[in-house]
C-alpha cells in the first residue's frame, strides 16, 4: 500500500488541522495508509456485483464504508521545512487581527525576521480590509528610523490568496510584558526608556506628515536588543504634503486611548495631539499599571473620556505627574506638544534604576527565545535514519488529549509539565553534541 | 605613600597639575618636551577616575563632583581645546573622552556642564573653527556632536557667525574632514526639530544664499550630500514654511531642472525629490508656472524617460506617473 504522507501544502489548507499544528509548535504528518481508497472501493464493487439479488445488509454497508478507528488514524511529530521565497519558515509568534505572525529566517543573509500572513479571503470580509494594507505597506516602505517598525519585504501567493508581510523580528509588546507583571506596571526607569523612544518615533513619524492614530502598549513592539518600534500602522494617515495644518476628520484607534476631541465626536481636530494623548494614556499605562479613564460599555468610556477628569495615584509624583497632566490636557490646543515633552523635566532626566526590569516573557516557555527555525533545517538536512526505528507516532485522541491537558495548564498558569514536553524537539545543544553528523540530505 | 595601589592625588591636585602643564606647553619653553609628557600623565589620570580601567572601578559620585567643578573652575576645559593641537596623538583623543563623559554628567533633571558652557560660549566656538586644523578636525567633531545633542549648546552654535564657516568645512579637499564637519553640520540642521525650524525661518536668506553654493560646489560628494540634505529638509513637516518659501523662488526650481540633468543618475535621483515638491505645490506662484509651462513638453517627454529602470521602486513610479500627469494638465492662470 501507498503511504501517502499528507505533506501537500494544499491539502492543508483544506484541514482545519493546521490551527492545532501550531497550537502545539509542531507539524504533523497524516499517515494516511489506514484511509480506505480507491483499491478497496474496487474489491468492494466486486463484490457488490456478485451478489445483486441480496439486500444491502449491514455487514455490506461496512464493508462498503470502511471504517478506521481512530486509533489507526497515526500521527507523526515532524519539522516540515517549509519555504516562502527566500525565508524558512518558523513557530507561530502570535495572532494579530489579520491573521498570523510567525517566525522566519532570511536565508541568503541569516537575518531573524517576522511575518504577518494575511489571507485574502479574510481581509475581504473586513471593511477596507484591503485598501488599509495596501496603504500600510505604502506607508511602511516609505519609512524608516529606529523606533519605527520596518517591512523588509512583501510576498504574495496567488494560489493560496496569501499575503506575506516580512517584518523586522520582534519578541513581543509592551502590553505582553505589562500582563506578565503581577502589578501591570514597569518600575519607572523601564518606562523612562520605552517613553523617550516612544516620542523618538513619533517625532519622526510626525515629521513624515504621519499621524498614528493607535499608540497603545499593544502596538510597541520590542526586538531583542530591548529596542521599541512603533507598529501597526492600520489606521494611520497621512497628512497632505500642502495641508496648512494637521487637521483630521476621523478617528479609529482602540477607544480607552482616544482623546476628548474623537470621544466626544468632533468634525475635525488637530491629529499630531491624538497621538500626544494616547503617549499619555500608555505613560499612564506604564507607571500605574492602570488606565486613567475606564468605562463598562463604550458609551460610558467615552463619556468619561469626554468629561476628560481623571485622576492620577498618589504615588506617582512630580515632574511626571505633572508630565501626563500635560499630556491628558481635555483641550487639544493647550496639551503638550511633543517638543514640550521633550523639553520636560521628567523626560531629560533618567530615574534611578530600583528594581529589576520586567523582563519579555517567554515565548512557550523559552525565556530566551532561541530561533525556532532551527529545528526544521536540521530535521530536512540531517538524516535522522539511526533513529528511524523509535520514530513516535501518535494518534489524534492522544494528541487532543495534549492539547486539552496544555491549555488546562496555560489556564492555570503553571509550569509546564515534563509529560508535554517529552516529545518537544530537544534543544538545539544536543545537536551541536552530536557525535557523528550523519550525511546531509539532498533537498 | 604605599608602594602598590592606586594614586591618592585628589581631583584638586590632578587639575591644577594638568592646568600648569598645558600653560607651559603654550608658551612652548624649551621644556615641552616634558610638559607634554605631565599633560598626557595627567590626562590619563582623569580619564581613568571617570572611566574606571581594567582593575579599578570609576571613582564616587563625590570625586567627579569635585574633578568636574575643579574643571569649571580653573577653566581648564577651553584651555585643553585651545591646544589640542600641542597635545600628542593620545593625549587628544583622552581630551575628547574626557570632555564628552563630563559633557554628560547629570545631577537630577540639571546638566551642569551644558550651563557651564552655555556661559561660556568660546568653548563651542574654538571646537568648531578645530575644522581648520588638520590634525584636531576629528576630534572636535566628536566632541561637537556631543555638544549638537544638547538642545541650548546646538542654538548657540547655529545662531552664530561661526556656523556660516561650515559651508567651508564640509569642501575641504580632506576628505575625511569634510565628512566629519558635513555630519556634524547635517546634526546642527536636524536633530533638535523645532530649533531647527525656527532658525531656518528666521535666516532663510543668508543660510540658502549659502546652501546654494554647496548645491553649485566643484565637488561632487559635497554637491550629491547637500542635495539629500535639502530634500530632507523640505520634506520634513516641521519645516514646512520653509518648504513653502523656497518653492515659490523660481531660481531655485531652475536649479532643480538643471540637477535633473545632471552626468550622475544619483544626483539626478536626489534632484527628482525636490523637483516634484514645485510641481505638486497646488498653489504654484505665477514665475513658477511660467517656467514649467514654457518646458512643459520637453518635462513630459523627459520624464517619461527618466530613470525607466527604477522598475521595483513602486513608491517612485507613482510620484513620476502623477508628475507627468500633473505636468501634461498644466494650463495657464486664468485672467493673464
Known amino acids: 500500500m501507498c503511504n501517502i504522507t499528507n505533506s501537500d501544502s494544499d491539502e492543508q489548507e483544506l484541514n482545519p488541522e493546521p490551527g492545532e499544528v501550531e497550537l502545539t509548535n509542531r507539524v504533523f504528518d497524516v499517515n494516511s495508509e489506514e484511509f480506505p481508497v480507491l483499491g478497496d472501493l474496487d474489491e468492494d464493487a466486486h463484490t457488490w456485483s456478485n451478489n445483486l439479488s441480496d439486500d444491502l445488509d449491514v455487514g455490506n454497508i461496512s464493508n462498503f464504508f470502511h471504517r478506521v478507528s481512530s486509533e489507526q488514524v497515526i500521527y507523526q511529530a515532524k519539522k516540515r521545512l517549509k519555504m516562502i521565497g527566500k525565508y524558512v519558515m518558523g513557530d507561530l509568534l502570535g495572532e494579530g487581527s489579520y491573521g498570523k505572525v510567525k517566525e522566519m529566517l532570511d536565508s541568503d543573509t541569516l537575518c531573524r525576521r517576522a511575518v504577518k500572513i494575511l489571507k485574502q479571503r479574510k481581509l475581504r470580509r473586513i471593511p477596507n480590509g484591503v485598501q488599509n494594507v495596501e496603504r500600510e505597506i505604502k506607508l511602511l516602505k516609505s519609512l524608516k528610523h529606529k523606533n519605527v517598525i520596518s517591512l523588509v519585504d512583501v510576498l504574495f501567493n496567488e494560489e493560496k490568496q496569501k499575503m506575506y508581510l516580512i517584518m523586522e523580528f520582534c519578541v513581543g509588546s509592551l502590553q505582553g510584558m505589562l500582563e506578565s507583571t503581577p502589578y501591570k506596571k514597569f518600575p519607572l526607569y523601564q518606562a523612562h526608556g520605552y517613553f523617550i523612544q516612544l516620542i523618538d518615533g513619533l517625532e519622526y513619524l510626525h515629521s513624515k506628515r504621519v499621524v498614528h492614530k493607535d499608540i497603545k502598549p499593544g502596538n510597541l513592539l520590542l526586538t531583542l536588543e530591548g529596542e521599541l518600534k512603533i507598529s501597526d500602522l492600520g489606521v494611520a494617515e497621512t497628512i497632505d504634503f500642502f495641508a496648512i495644518d494637521d487637521t483630521c476628520v476621523q478617528g479609529q484607534g482602540s477607544p480607552a486611548f482616544q482623546p476628548p476631541e474623537i470621544a466626544n465626536g468632533l468634525d475635525s481636530f488637530p491629529g499630531f495631539k491624538v497621538d500626544v494623548w494616547s503617549s499619555g494614556v500608555s505613560l499612564y499605562n506604564f507607571v500605574t499599571g492602570e488606565y486613567p479613564f475606564e468605562g463598562d460599555s463604550i458609551y460610558k468610556l467615552f463619556e468619561n473620556i469626554g468629561k476628560g477628569e481623571f485622576t492620577i495615584p498618589d504615588y506617582i509624583e512630580d515632574p511626571l505627574r505633572d508630565l501626563l497632566l500635560g499630556m491628558l490636557r481635555k483641550d487639544p490646543e493647550e496639551r503638550l506638544s511633543l517638543q514640550q515633552i521633550r523639553q520636560h523635566m521628567w523626560f531629560s532626566r533618567r530615574p534611578p534604576v530600583t528594581a529589576p526590569p520586567v523582563p519579555i516573557p517567554p515565548l512557550r516557555n523559552d525565556e530566551f527565545h532561541c530561533m525556532t527555525v532551527l529545528p526544521y533545517l536540521f530535521d530536512h538536512y540531517y538524516d535522522t535514519s539511526d533513529t528511524a526505528n523509535n520514530v513516535e507516532y501518535f494518534t489524534e485522541r492522544e494528541l487532543n488529549e495534549e492539547i486539552t491537558k496544555r491549555e488546562a495548564e496555560q489556564n492555570n498558569g503553571s509550569a509546564q509539565t515534563n509529560q508535554s514536553s517529552k516529545r518537544r524537539w530537544k534543544k538545539p545543544i544536543s545537536c551541536i553534541a552530536v557525535r557523528k553528523i550523519p550525511g546531509c540530505k539532498q533537498s | ?336
Do not use: W
Not at chain 2, 554637491?223 to 523656497?246: C, I, W
Not at chain 2, 521602486?313 to 485672467?335: C, H, S, T, V, W
Open chain 2, 1 to 336: 605613600m604605599p608602594l602598590f595601589g592606586k594614586s591618592q592625588k585628589s581631583p584638586t591636585d590632578i587639575v591644577k597639575a594638568l592646568k600648569e602643564a598645558v600653560n607651559a606647553l603654550e608658551k612652548g619653553e624649551k621644556k615641552a618636551e616634558k610638559a607634554q609628557e605631565e599633560v598626557s600623565k595627567n590626562l590619563v589620570l582623569i580619564k581613568n577616575m571617570l572611566y574606571g580601567t581594567s582593575d579599578a572601578e570609576p571613582q564616587t559620585d563625590i570625586i567627579v563632583a569635585q574633578l568636574a567643578q575643579e574643571l569649571y573652575n580653573s577653566n581648564l576645559l577651553l584651555l585643553l581645546i585651545q591646544n589640542l593641537n600641542r597635545i600628542d596623538f593620545e593625549g587628544k583623543k583622552d581630551v575628547a573622552q574626557v570632555f564628552n563623559n563630563i559633557l554628560r554628567r547629570q545631577i537630577g533633571t540639571r546638566s551642569p556642564t551644558v550651563e557651564y558652557i552655555c556661559t561660556k560660549p568660546e568653548i563651542l566656538f574654538t571646537l568648531m573653527s578645530g575644522y581648520e586644523l588638520q590634525e584636531i578636525a576629528l576630534n572636535c567633531g566628536t566632541m561637537l556632536r556631543e555638544c549638537a545633542r544638547y538642545e541650548a549648546l546646538a542654538k548657540i552654535m547655529l545662531y552664530s557667525d561661526d556656523f556660516y564657516n561650515f559651508f567651508r568645512y564640509v569642501e575641504v579637499s580632506t576628505f575625511d574632514i569634510a565628512s566629519d564637519a558635513f555630519s556634524t553640520f547635517k546634526e546642527l540642521l536636524t536633530r533638535h526639530k523645532i530649533l531647527c525650524a525656527d532658525f531656518l525661518e528666521v535666516n532663510y536668506d543668508k543660510v540658502f544664499s549659502h546652501y546654494q553654493r554647496l548645491l553649485n560646489s566643484e565637488n561632487y560628494v559635497t554637491r550629491r550630500q547637500s542635495l539629500k540634505l535639502l530634500g530632507e529638509l523640505l520634506l520634513d513637516r516641521h519645516n514646512f514654511t520653509v518648504m513653502t518659501r523656497y518653492i515659490s523662488n523660481p531660481d531655485n526650481l531652475k536649479l532643480m531642472m538643471n540637477m535633473l540633468k545632471e552626468r550622475s543618475r544619483n544626483i539626478q535621483f536626489e534632484a527628482f525629490h525636490v523637483f516634484k515638491v514645485f510641481v505638486a505645490n497646488p498653489n504654484k506662484p505665477k514665475p513658477i508656472l511660467d517656467i514649467l509651462l514654457r518646458n512643459q513638453d520637453k518635462l513630459v517627454d523627459f520624464l517619461m524617460k527618466f530613470h525607466t529602470d527604477r522598475a521595483e521602486d513602486e513608491q517612485f513610479n507613482d510620484e513620476k506617473a502623477y508628475l507627468i500627469r500633473q505636468i501634461k494638465e498644466l494650463r495657464p492662470m486664468a485672467g493673464h
